[in-house]
């Protein structure tokens, strides 16, 4: 159990504490009471830390989206960011000052010069009125491809859901879906996120659970749909340490009929061969409900998983909170709340910082620790600053964004 886990208070903006159980050195980047507004890095599938490390992407509660750098300093201010579609931006693999977005119907280019971002086009989708980055899909591996969905109208439609090269200037066959959502939003009733795989195909995780197929998660090579999830977890994808296109889940004969886990357990976290779904490898067991962060390979091996609590009492609830319960030797979990990087192969773990969130308060408090795509970091949220007394009466949500470097 990490220690004064009913008193402990983080340092202001730009300052670092190192955890006292497993010796990080954690950074804090944002204070919401001082900005007025909680703020996030968004999601663990998305890096939000830049090519060259110098900077990191931050959204806000109200959908606007700062760059700062790592001690905090704002870089790019909301005034100077520019016009966008819904979605997520999404960083260059190579330039630290390049980043992308979509707006209309085109894939955006925001080169940063200074505290500005000038703005350039890199594809048109004529064949569309709009296209869309939405939840959990970064730039590949390769740091060529988009995966990303587009539609007739701007309003209730079908998605066609595909994937762009901008350095061959391809687009791959798309799925069109049966079902129908509000276009432009980043999740709906027919697709709640889209996850690119390491060769450029697309996992779709359709928002109903299932053995249909729009139902669950399937996979679209640009020919066919293949069954990967019926019941959906927190994944995401990569490269094994052969090259092989894999991903990050939790699987198992609840999860689609047939498969086996290879954990003692019979439940916890495997590596899975994405096109031989029968071959796998234990990453952890016996973990608690987790998010996940890889899309790495040979160079980068390590996967970021952080831990959440979705008990309706229990510790990880603020100390005012009437569903607090003080942690015990009892109803403290194997690595509740933690963060960790495991090497993709299964043969190593470490134990990296306690999240200290009170993560049952809701859903943006629930870590999501992202790893950078070098490796060197691991960015996560937190409300900690705010867990003896709750969040304060302006603010909704009170969680802040902090720094690990790993490496």
């Known amino acids: ?34 900005a007025g507004i909680a703020e996030h890095h968004y999601y663990a599938t998305l890096s939000p830390m830049s090519a060259d490390d110098s900077k990191i992407l931050i959204s806000e509660n109200d959908g606007n989206w700062i760059i700062v750098d790592p001690k905090g300093n704002i870089v790019v201010p909301v005034s100077h960011m520019p016009n966008r579609n819904d979605g997520v931006l999404l960083w260059d693999a190579s330039s630290g000052n390049t980043f992308y977005f979509t707006h209309g119907n ?19 989708f004529q064949e569309y009125r709009i296209v869309v980055f939405p939840d959990k899909t970064d730039l590949s591996v390769d740091g060529q491809s988009f995966a990303m969905w587009a539609g007739h109208t701007t309003e209730t439609g079908a998605l066609d859901i595909f994937t762009y090269n901008m350095k061959t200037d391809t687009k791959r066959p798309p799925y069109t879906t049966h079902c129908s959502q509000i276009v432009p939003y980043i999740q709906g009733s027919c697709v709640h996120a889209i996850a690119q795989t390491a060769d450029d195909n697309v996992i779709i995780g359709f928002a109903q659970d299932g053995t249909c197929d729009e139902c669950g998660d399937r996979l679209w090579d640009g020919q066919k749909l293949t069954k990967v999830q019926n019941n959906t977890n ?6 094994d340490l052969r090259d092989r296109s894999v991903f990050v889940e939790l699987g198992g004969p609840t999860t689609l009929p047939g498969e086996r886990n290879p954990c003692r357990s019979g439940w916890g976290l495997d590596v899975r061969q994405l096109y031989d779904l029968s071959l796998a490898t234990c990453l952890m067991d016996k973990q608690p409900d987790s998010h996940i962060s890889y899309r790495g390979g040979p160079s980068q091996p390590w ?15 603020f100390n005012n909170d009437p569903n607090f319960q003080r942690p015990t030797g009892s109803n403290w979990h194997l690595y509740e709340d933690e963060i960790v990087l495991a090497r993709i192969d299964g043969t190593a773990l470490y134990r990296l910082a306690d999240a200290r969130s009170r993560s049952a308060e809701g859903y943006w408090a629930e870590p999501r620790a992202a790893i950078s795509r070098d490796g060197r970091y691991v960015i996560f949220d937190s409300d900690m600053a705010y867990a003896k007394e709750g969040c304060p009466a302006s603010l909704a949500d009170c969680t802040d964004v902090y720094l690990i470097k790993v490496r």
């Not at 085109?106 to 048109?124: A, E, L, M, P």
């Open 234 to 239: 927190h994944f995401d994808t990569g490269l």
């Open 1 to 34: 159990m990490p220690p004064n886990w009913e008193s402990f208070g983080p340092p202001s903006i730009g300052h670092g504490y190192v955890d006292p159980l497993f010796g990080c050195t954690i950074v804090r980047l944002t204070d919401a009471a001082i």
């Open 106 to 124: 085109s894939i955006q280019r925001g080169t940063i010069t200074g505290d500005k971002v000038h703005v350039s086009t890199v594809h048109s």
């Open 303 to 317: 996967v970021a998983v952080s831990f959440y609590d979705s008990r309706k009492k229990g510790p990880e609830f």
